[in-house]
């Protein structure tokens, strides 16, 4: 089974450098339907049996645009638990402050996982997250038979948690790859049993230098 991550298009807090998580949302930048467009044509080649998408409002936008720009009837999924991380008292705070009044969290939550203090800030451990994620992700590859191929559209914190999961990463260590860019591919491979990564935080079709805010 072909799985293929896709991290939801920029959005106007990403370019102002801002927390969303699991409550905050705000709407994708005009730019980031043209990324979608060049997702789609990245995939156009590819079969797609289903597309699931987190509920939050930038995921699912990402995931019906992906589906409209590929011209094809895709059964298409709402699953709870690929929601981006409660992270309480930081969403819709901008970064830079942060980074100034509790540098210690920002600083674990970014590099040192192990260490984040996730009740400090009233939110969610990257062990909760990562137990809710891979459980919908095994969940939607049941449902598949381990057959076929499926997009998974998330968000960045909660992909690369997932994803590294599932990859039997250990959570000090879910950081090792980097982040994801907004609007990127990761394709994992399902067989006999376990995941296998194939390509991580592809991102060479959208034909742009990346910036700072593209990724996390």
Same mark, same amino acid.
């Given at each position: 089974?072909e799985?293929?991550?896709?991290?939801?298009?920029?959005?106007?807090? *990403?370019l102002?450098?801002k927390?969303?998580?699991?409550?905050?949302?705000?709407?994708?930048?005009? %730019?980031?339907?043209?990324?979608?467009?060049?997702?789609?044509?990245?995939?156009?080649?590819?079969?797609?049996d289903?597309?699931?998408a987190?509920?939050l409002? +930038?995921?699912?936008?990402?995931?019906?645009?992906? #589906?409209?720009?590929?011209?094809? %009837?895709?059964?298409?999924?709402?699953?709870?638990?690929?929601?981006?991380? !409660?992270?309480?008292?930081? @969403?819709? +705070?901008?970064?830079?402050?942060?980074?100034?009044?509790?540098?210690?969290?920002?600083?674990?939550?970014?590099?040192?996982?192990?260490?984040? !203090?996730? !009740?400090?800030?009233?939110? @969610?451990?990257? /062990?909760?997250?990562?137990?809710?994620?891979?459980?919908?992700?095994?969940?939607?590859?049941d /449902?598949? *038979?381990?057959?076929?191929?499926?997009? #998974?559209v998330?968000?960045?914190?909660?992909?690369?948690?997932?994803?590294?999961?599932?990859?039997?990463?250990?959570?000090?260590? #879910?950081?090792?790859?980097?982040g994801?860019?907004?609007?990127?591919l990761?394709?994992?491979?399902?067989? *006999?049993? %376990?995941?296998?990564?194939?390509?991580?935080?592809?991102?060479?079709?959208? *034909?742009?230098?990346?910036?700072?805010?593209?990724?996390?």
């Amino acid at each position: 089974m072909e799985l293929y991550f896709v991290r939801h298009g920029k959005t106007e807090w *990403n370019l102002e450098g801002k927390y969303q998580g699991g409550h905050g949302d705000s709407p994708l930048l005009p %730019e980031s339907l043209h990324d979608i467009s060049l997702l789609a044509k990245r995939l156009e080649d590819t079969e797609i049996d289903h597309v699931y998408a987190s509920p939050l409002p +930038r995921a699912k936008t990402t995931a019906e645009t992906l #589906i409209k720009d590929l011209h094809r %009837e895709i059964p298409f999924t709402v699953v709870r638990d690929l929601r981006e991380f !409660d992270l309480g008292i930081m @969403e819709g +705070r901008k970064f830079s402050e942060l980074e100034k009044e509790i540098p210690e969290v920002i600083y674990a939550f970014r590099h040192q996982p192990s260490d984040y !203090d996730y !009740d400090l800030i009233r939110g @969610e451990s990257f /062990e909760k997250v990562a137990e809710r994620t891979t459980k919908a992700v095994q969940k939607i590859v049941d /449902e598949n *038979n381990g057959q076929g191929s499926i997009v #998974i559209v998330s968000h960045g914190a909660a992909l690369v948690t997932m994803i590294q999961s599932l990859l039997g990463t250990k959570v000090a260590d #879910i950081r090792k790859n980097g982040g994801l860019s907004n609007t990127s591919l990761t394709h994992l491979r399902y067989e *006999n049993g %376990e995941y296998k990564l194939i390509k991580w935080n592809e991102t060479g079709y959208l *034909n742009k230098k990346l910036e700072s805010s593209d990724t996390i």
